[in-house]
């Protein structure tokens, strides 16, 4: 340290520049595989053409070298795509932006949602249809020549691109800028004149694997170099780099959440959508089907490298958090950071910084390789073809389009020097971008949109647009470089830095000038996210001015095909004549709610009951598919097993383990699919939107629970079930404790389960009930017969395969509710409106009553532990983690399970405000309209989708789903928990595989006809959500405490643990069954949200008793509330702490256990090298002595001795 003291800034950057042999060698030998890749596909394409005279439109010189003759592999384009977006200014500009001003621009990533859904609705079928090569070609068919020319001059070629890589190499090797600029552009232009797209797509692929790769290395390197994951999170977080999103309506804050949402989402229009680079790709490839999984690729992509390089931002602060190389100018240039921290972090390791150079310049290469394609495209189509007298010949186009690749790169690299001076290349890219841009978007919308916008409107509307936008984008330029223009900056330090170096005029962070009155006038001092939205706003709103002047108006004239899909209808030949219609039926609409007001409630309610043939038949197809699928794996393991020999069926065969476990080797994304259809039963569906309806949001905060719940189980559950390669999960019990502590928790599950799967099939048939009128006694035979059916035959494998079924009908249900419910009230602002107005948005309960229903302590506290025991105690649960092969695996299913159920659970909260909003002036529970709380979802969606056929009966197809894979996954594992627990224990000579099978199935039989039965009394036992949430809980939570003490108590034995967790089950039966009653007697109540009747439009009759317009509270007062009013979520955590607390209390008398007798893999890992097992002692002995293996499929490899 002290002999840094002695060297000075400059001795300091010039001892970092250390780019040897092996450095340059990987960067010379990436530039030379671009390069043989464009001689590659030149010398191809010269081949072809020349051997073929007679070239057809598919085989021209310019179909193949500006879209590849429209054949293109998906995978390639889409990582050209990602490639093409993410330059330099990406790689090296957001580490940059996150170092500075901290991770707001994350924030950017959900327009990405916007983005994705405008090109896959608009913009590729209506390209695609046309099969153009120039995206400005449409311009032309939409409006006019002049209008397509004026929107090819705004297609500019940007000079950043080639700076970046340029600063990257000057800071590891001290080479001027522009001499690498030249450098590199003319390696660029060779290939993209050689090759054409073919080339670009190609190398963009080598050039994207060489961005990850970089990328990926210098994460885990300054990961390791800092220390940890924490060091890095705790530096950012006590530098304020990370904030929660800039909630505010100022247009000059850089990254306010309306700036990047809004602007943001204009700005990837522009740049991924609409752009020639972007939809010369979409167009190479053969059909819509390809060109929209491309998009989907290119979206994951780029939200992927993006995060990549905001993190590296973060790793770039934790290493200089106390020594600034801005302010010591170690580095001239912002976007040299992530290459000084490379050089600092491995320069000495010879190839590395050649292989960042080279993924850095990989991002600009490919960029550029892009843009001059593209402007090859539009200056041979947009500026020769339409001005040329003669047809061009093939040897024409050829050299136009290889001239015009070679001139641009000659200009970019000109004019390199002036980009040198114009500060961040993240904002300068953006803004130059959106100068040109947010003109260029105007034009598209309007055409897309607008069709009684014209031509003349158009242009006009354009020109003004540019002129207006260019003004402002060079001012904002010019106010950043003299200094004018200056936005608040994180804080940075000096305090630690072991150099010399000189200060001038240094201040720890950048604030805006004083006069912040003046500021706010400036408009070129607006964020510079705005500049493509106030682009297209003057280019539309200026368009339809001089439309309105100019009288010319019908839309009539504008070809439909020109048109986004989803608005044709509305502009055919006959548009007037469907503009009247529509008047009509306004009228009708008006006139029919007057007859609705001579309606009373049970005419109105038989009147919403329309499940028509289409919605049977959505229906009955998703319940035959289901049926399908276990005919399949059915038949399929029958005829392996019918094939193998018994000494096969000895080394792992046998039916049993293929039945219930898969065979320990199913894919980890049905797995996860399956964990998620499991969990969100039509309870989740149903239930979920009925506590948001009557309650309020406060239930919301669940979602830190269950990220807590997985982190618990991520550590300790499933590594310690992995290691043991068990089928049942209390097989543990019996290895920690002993059989009879293992008979107990199995005992324990099967009353919960059957106390849970009768809530599951009940949910489902209110839903049916709602929308067809039939009884709810009816449908559930009917469905649990099915669900036995699939179950029974094809064990495990069908569960999971039709839950993968299931759950994507679950998310397109909700999806649809979530879009067509948002459109009927009004629009999202009224959603939000109503739900506000009516105390609906809750922030976290603080006050710590136990008593409360949903506080933020019974949710983080209480709702952590419910989860864990429901996702990592549950065999239904563990018995999909121990299907799949190893911890790796079981550990990524979990992250996509939590990922998975967070969605669906954000989802069904949206529904419930949406059913207030609905609703808020006439309460269908008040009114009877709705027989049961939990059929409020069924009646809005009747309400809003009963005149379109199939969607309601996609919409019971989708609850139907849910409670499908909730009950095929209880009963499948229940079969697996009675045959090991139950029946193998206790038959002496085994169970042969014949006798396997009738007991799996003839459990799956049993428990699906009393969980049939059972539904009679659920029926009158209140809200599904709670009711599930609680009653299984008397059960669940004790076996929680029993696996708290076998995880993490050694020195607690077996019948210390037993009668702990009897006493627990009785006391938590005790009260669960207690509270029940008195919440069916009327005894206690919790406080609704205020509703409504003021606005009914039909007659009805309030009965006296009961009003729920009126907030409902608890009847007992304070000082009488007891120990049965507690919180439901405190269920599981106190019957977890009665076992742990009296076991310890037992353990007092029966004497403690040596904690040394216990094996170490039965304890959480954290725990284990406090263990020492006693020397050549046998830990798994039962009571005849025999040893006990892992589970009791007899393979050797699996055997736990």
């Known amino acids: 340290m002290n002999s840094d003291k002695d060297f000075n800034v400059t001795e300091i950057n010039k001892s970092l520049k250390r780019f040897g042999l092996a450095d340059y060698s990987v960067f010379v030998f990436m530039l030379m595989m671009c390069s043989v890749v464009g001689i590659y596909f030149g010398y191809k394409d010269h081949k072809k053409h020349h051997q073929n005279k007679l070239l057809s439109r598919r085989g021209s010189v310019e179909l193949d070298y500006l879209v590849g003759g429209r054949n293109m592999q998906v995978f390639p384009v889409a990582m050209s795509l990602v490639a093409s977006g993410l330059s330099g200014i990406t790689l090296l500009g957001m580490p940059t932006e996150v170092y500075i001003y901290g991770i707001n621009i994350v924030y950017i990533f959900p327009t990405m949602i916007f983005l994705a859904l405008f090109v896959h609705h608009v913009v590729i079928p209506v390209f695609y249809n046309l099969q153009i090569v120039s995206t400005y070609e449409y311009l032309e068919m939409r409006f006019s020549t002049k209008v397509r020319l004026f929107g090819s001059l705004l297609f500019l070629l940007s000079n950043v691109i080639i700076y970046v890589p340029a600063l990257s190499f000057n800071q590891t090797t001290g080479i001027n800028v522009q001499t690498i600029s030249i450098f590199v552009c003319l390696v660029c232009v060779f290939y993209t004149l050689l090759g054409g797209i073919k080339a670009v797509v190609w190398t963009d692929v080598i050039q994207i694997l060489l961005m990850y790769g970089s990328m990926t290395f210098i994460i885990v390197n300054g990961v390791t170099d800092i220390g940890s994951l924490s060091i890095i999170f705790e530096r950012n977080a006590q530098s304020s780099r990370f904030a929660p999103p800039n909630v505010n309506f100022d247009l000059t804050e850089r990254h306010s959440a309306l700036s990047l949402m809004i602007g943001g989402t204009t700005f990837f229009i522009n740049l991924f959508g609409i752009g020639q680079p972007m939809i010369q790709r979409y167009l190479s490839l053969p059909s819509i089907k390809a060109a929209r999984k491309a998009l989907l690729l290119n979206i994951i992509g780029v939200v992927l490298m993006a995060s990549m390089c905001c993190f590296c931002g973060l790793i770039i602060y934790a290493k200089y958090h106390d020594c600034d190389p801005l302010t010591t100018k170690l580095v001239s240039a912002k976007d040299q950071l992530l290459p000084l921290l490379v050089m600092e972090n491995v320069g000495d390791v010879p190839g590395f910084p050649g292989l960042f150079i080279a993924g850095v310049f990989s991002a600009s290469l490919s960029s550029l390789s892009t843009a001059l394609n593209s402007a090859a495209a539009v200056v041979l189509e947009d500026f020769w073809k339409p001005n040329s007298k003669k047809e061009l010949s093939e040897k024409q186009t050829a050299f136009i389009m290889r001239s015009t690749v070679f001139v641009l790169g000659a200009i970019s690299v000109a004019l390199v020097s002036v980009v040198q001076k114009l500060g961040g290349v993240l904002q300068l890219g953006m803004s130059l971008l959106s100068a040109s841009n947010g003109p260029l978007c105007g034009l598209f919308f309007i055409g897309f949109f607008l069709p009684w916008i014209k031509a003349k409107g158009t242009l006009i509307g354009a020109h003004v647009s540019i002129v207006i936008s260019m003004y402002v984008a060079f001012r904002a330029q010019l106010d950043q470089s003299s200094g004018e223009l200056n936005h608040d900056v994180k804080p940075t330090s000096i305090d630690g830095c072991s150099y010399s170096f000189n200060i001038q005029n240094f201040t720890k962070a950048s604030t805006l000038p004083e006069d912040e009155t003046e500021i706010s006038l400036k408009l070129h001092h607006m964020s510079y996210f705005f500049f493509s939205v106030f ?248 469905v649990m017969t099915i669900c036995i059916f699939y179950t029974c035959l094809g064990g495990i494998k069908a569960v999971v395969w039709t839950d993968v079924i299931q759950i994507i009908l679950m998310y397109g249900t909700l999806v649809l509710i979530v879009i067509k419910g948002t459109i009927s009230v009004g629009g999202l602002s009224v959603v939000i409106d109503r739900n506000y107005g009516s105390g609906r948005f809750e922030a976290p309960d603080f006050r710590l009553d136990p008593t409360i229903r949903h506080s933020f302590w019974t949710i983080l506290i209480g709702g952590t532990i419910f989860w864990l025991n429901v996702n990592g105690l549950n065999q239904n649960m563990i018995q999909r983690y121990m299907s799949l092969k190893d911890v790796k695996t079981a550990r990524k299913g979990q992250v996509m399970y939590v990922i998975g159920v967070t969605v669906m659970i954000f989802l069904c909260v949206y529904n419930g405000l949406l059913l207030y909003a609905m609703y808020h002036d006439c309460d269908p529970l008040t009114t009877k309209l709705a027989k049961a709380k939990d059929q409020l979802m069924p009646l809005l969606v009747m309400d809003i989708l009963k005149d379109l056929p199939g969607l309601p009966g996609l919409f019971i197809a989708g609850v139907f789903s849910a409670a499908l894979s909730s009950l095929s996954t209880g009963l499948n594992a229940m079969s697996a928990v009675v045959l090991e627990d139950f029946c193998k224990p206790f038959m002496k000579n085994g169970v042969t595989e014949r006798q396997s099978a009738y007991i799996m199935r003839g459990t799956v039989l049993v428990i699906g006809i009393v969980s049939v039965a059972l539904v009679y009394v659920v029926q009158h036992l209140g809200a599904v959500l709670q009711l599930s949430m609680s009653v299984p809980t008397a059960c669940f939570g004790p076996m929680l405490g029993v696996y708290v003490v076998g995880f993490t108590l050694p020195w607690v034995g077996k019948r210390a643990t037993l009668y702990g967790a009897i006493i627990g089950c009785i006391t938590m039966m005790t009260i669960v069954f207690k509270a029940q009653a008195e919440m069916a007697l009327g005894h206690m109540k919790f406080e609704y949200k205020p509703l409504s009747t003021d606005g009914c439009g039909y007659n009805f009759t309030v009965s006296s008793d009961k009003n729920l317009t009126t907030n409902s509270t608890i009847n007992a007062h304070h000082d009488d509330k007891s120990i049965y009013h507690i919180s439901y979520l405190y269920y599981t955590l106190l019957g977890s702490l009665v076992v742990t607390v009296t076991s310890l209390l037992f353990s007092f008398i029966f004497g403690f256990q040596d904690p040394n007798d216990v094996d170490p893999r039965l304890l959480a890992p954290f725990l284990r090298k406090y263990i020492k097992p006693m020397p050549n002692k046998q830990q798994f002995i039962d009571v005849n002595g025999k040893e006990v293996v892992v589970h009791n499929f007899d393979i050797k490899e699996n055997t736990c001795t």
Request: include cysteine; proline fraction near 3%; hydrophobic fraction near 40%.
């Open 535 to 782: 682009g297209t706003f003057i280019c539309i709103v200026v368009a339809y001015i001089v439309t309105l002047i100019d009288r010319d108006t019908d839309p009539s004239k504008v070809d439909t095909k020109l048109l986004a899909p989803f608005i044709r209808k509305y502009f055919d030949k006959n548009n007037l004549e469907n503009f009247l219609e529509v008047k009509v039926e306004d009228m009708n609409v008006e006139s029919e709610t007057n007859k609705v007001r001579e309606m009373n409630v049970d005419e109105l309610s038989n009147s919403l009951k329309r499940f028509g043939t289409a919605d049977y038949a959505v229906f009955i197809t998703m319940l035959v598919c289901c049926s399908m699928v276990g005919l399949y794996f059915g038949y399929k393991d029958h005829e392996k097993h019918k094939k193998m020999s018994k000494k096969q069926q000895e080394e792992g065969g046998t039916e049993a383990l293929d039945y219930l476990m898969g065979g320990r080797n199913m894919q980890v994304f049905p797995v996860a699919m399956s964990l998620v259809a499991s969990f969100v039963s039509g309870i989740t569906l149903l239930g979920t939107s009925t506590e948001i309806y009557l309650y309020g949001t406060q239930y919301c905060y669940i979602f830190i629970s269950i990220a807590l719940a997985a982190f618990i189980m991520h550590h300790t559950i499933i590594p310690v079930f992995h290691e043991l390669q068990i089928t049942s999960t209390y097989e543990y019990l019996q290895k920690r404790f002993d059989r009879n502590v293992r008979l107990f928790g199995s005992t324990m599950f099967t009353l919960a389960t059957c106390l849970w799967m009768p809530i599951v099939i009940y949910v489902p048939a209110l839903s049916f009930n709602q929308t067809t009128g039939v009884d709810i006694h009816i449908i559930t035979p009917i």
